[in-house]
């Protein structure tokens, strides 16, 4: 039977023991706000994602979407679990108050969704675009487009979609055709008409809400009736699948049929194809948002909400298939001890224990990095340094989207194996979740343009915030030097990020193809360094509280992701600065 096996131990220590979620508590915007409040979240959400969730996770991996005259239709069970956890309020957990929202602090909310995702990883795609979707119309909208788009979706009335990719351009938005024409002014705001078509579009249609609000980047034209060239000419616009009741110019053309993360639909969108005449005419009627021209500036708020919720959702496939399987060796009869005349359960093998504890290492320190962004978001938001919140938090963006993406499949690669045979059958979960999580690490822009970003933009030219997050880095190697099982850990930890220091420096300027062809194992090292600090941090939490055994499994994971992990950070850095193979090689002989 499909489970998804939730330790909430495991949440509770990374809030509350690790992160002192509490301390936020007495800041204003939390004040109405308590441990009490916060478990009681906690306790909906983990009751709601194994009640109505997981149920539907195998059922919307056996039918998928389907597209008929109508629209698209997803599975009962999937629409049902979207609009209970609209109804449970869940929605609007970050939202300001007057926006009819919880005010919770992000990093709470983050540890309610890690439940969904790791329950039914596609029907909480509907919600985390929602709220990422509203989220940018109520900080960069008029009043009146926060009150017509952003509440009802914070309400649960209508979800909302990001609609960003074109067939011909994928991540190069520079490159994307979709027009938008001015077409007057109503009470909400400059109204353009939209013409073209968008690609790999998730929930642009389905049959849980009436309405769904898109929001979708074009370009509007320039003085001789052209698009604007470059991503200067990229404006952002409101585009609603309902006008007054009635059909915008936006239908769906075509599903993407995955390999997993199937409950969702996958979309192929026209705009302004004629399909409908809202006003009497064709076009698809769409709000600008802010003015011209701040388009991708805007969505690049939404995209990194996205980048770190893809993150989360990999840890959490990967949590699962790493309870699944730990569950699995400890019940498995397979092989007898030595001195042994029965089968013993295979957790007994030291290859299954290695494969167990490195899924540990991976999916707990992929969690850890995830609420760790999510507190650098409620600092930037209510804290004493918001500006220095916000350099960390934009340095670790592409490893927060990506080390959880490669490292949560790796996981669940091990889960399969564990599993032997029966783990690449249907009969179990894992060999879906791997399935599932194929996908995360091209959702959002794919591992080599995060590693692009992480090279070209921030390593490259903000030593400020490499050098902030050096000194936390610092703080904790020193604390982890008056425990002798840790100290070791903690020279290697500063052995590793003197290596990026130099890494960092050495590729500053100017930047040339040499170091963009290592941006993916600079990426992978730089990502494994950080989560290297994060277990060694986690480690010393977990030694000031009540030793027991699941403290002793942290202290554990910390030691083996030193051990067999971090000398991978040398390797990659190396590959990263040193090797000219993939730019040297001409296109013919690969």
């Known amino acids: 039977m499909s489970n998804y096996h939730l330790n909430r131990r495991d949440l509770d220590f990374l809030l509350f023991d690790w992160l002192k979620v509490e301390d936020l508590l007495a800041r204003p915007r939390f004040a109405d706000h308590s441990r009490e409040t916060l478990d009681a979240v906690l306790d909906l959400s983990e009751g709601l994602a194994a009640d109505v969730f997981v149920p539907a996770y195998k059922p919307a991996d056996h039918r998928e979407p389907w597209l008929d005259e109508a629209g698209v239709h997803v599975i009962p069970e999937i629409a049902d679990a979207v609009r209970q956890y609209a109804a449970a309020g869940l929605m609007a957990g970050t939202f ?54 952003a509440q009802p979706q914070i309400a649960g009335e209508a979800l909302g979609t990001m609609c960003l990719s074109e067939p011909q351009a994928g991540s190069s938005l520079a490159d994307i055709t979709t027009l938008a024409t001015p077409d007057g002014q109503d009470s909400l705001g400059a109204r353009y008409r939209l013409r073209g078509g968008k690609m790999w579009i998730s929930g642009a249609d389905h049959d849980i809400t009436a309405d769904i609000v898109h929001l979708v980047l074009a370009k509007t034209p320039g003085p001789d009736g052209k698009p604007l060239p470059g991503v200067k000419g990229i404006s952002l616009f409101i585009v609603p699948k309902l006008l007054d009741g009635a059909r915008n110019d936006v239908v769906v053309t075509g599903l993407n049929h995955k390999m997993g993360y199937r409950g969702i639909p996958n979309t192929v969108l026209a705009f302004g194809d004629g399909a409908h005449t809202p006003g009497g005419r064709p076009g698809a009627v769409g709000y600008l948002v802010g003015e011209v021209g701040q388009g991708l500036a805007q969505m690049f708020q939404m995209m990194n909400e996205a980048r770190i919720n893809v993150g989360l959702g990999a840890a959490m496939l990967g949590y699962r298939g790493y309870r699944q399987s730990l569950a699995y060796a400890q019940e498995r009869l397979q092989g007898r001890p030595a001195g042994a005349s029965a089968p013993a359960p295979i957790i007994g093998h030291p290859d299954v224990r290695n494969m167990l504890l490195a899924q540990k290492a991976y999916v707990e320190g992929a969690m850890a990095l995830i609420f760790y962004c999510a507190r650098l978001l409620d600092e930037e938001q209510t804290g004493d340094d918001a500006e220095t919140a916000r350099r960390l938090l934009d340095l670790l963006t592409p490893a927060a989207k990506t080390w959880p993406s490669e490292m949560g499949l790796a996981a669940n690669d091990l889960a399969i194996q564990i599993h032997g045979g029966y783990g690449y059958t249907r009969d179990f979960d894992v060999e879906q979740i791997y399935r599932d999580n194929r996908l995360n690490p091209i959702h959002e822009g794919t591992t080599g343009v995060q590693g692009i970003d992480l090279v070209g933009r921030k390593l490259a030219r903000d030593p400020q915030a490499l050098a ?47 170091a963009l062809a290592g941006a993916t194992s600079a990426l992978r090292a730089f990502g494994h360094a950080v989560v290297g600090w994060l277990w060694l941090d986690q480690a010393l939490a977990a030694k000031a509280l009540p030793a027991d055994a699941f403290t002793a499994g942290k202290v554990a994971a910390c030691r083996f992701f030193f051990e067999q992990e971090m000398p991978r950070v040398a390797l990659w850095l190396d590959l990263a600065a040193g090797s000219d193979i993939a730019v040297a090689l001409d296109v013919e002989g690969f």
């Open 96 to 149: 300001d108050a007057d926006l009819g929202g919880m005010q919770l602090p992000i990093v709470a909310a983050s540890a309610s969704m890690a439940a969904f995702m790791a329950a039914n990883i596609s029907a909480s795609a509907f919600p985390m675009l929602t709220m990422a979707n509203a989220r940018l119309i109520a900080t960069f909208g008029t009043p009146a487009q926060v009150a017509a788009f």
């Open 468 to 514: 902030e997050l050096r000194t936390l880095i610092e703080a904790t190697a020193a604390a982890a030097q008056n425990h002798p099982d840790l100290a070791q850990n903690a020279q290697a930890l500063l052995a590793a990020w003197e290596q990026i220091a130099a890494f960092a420096e050495a590729i500053a300027s100017p930047l040339t193809p040499h």
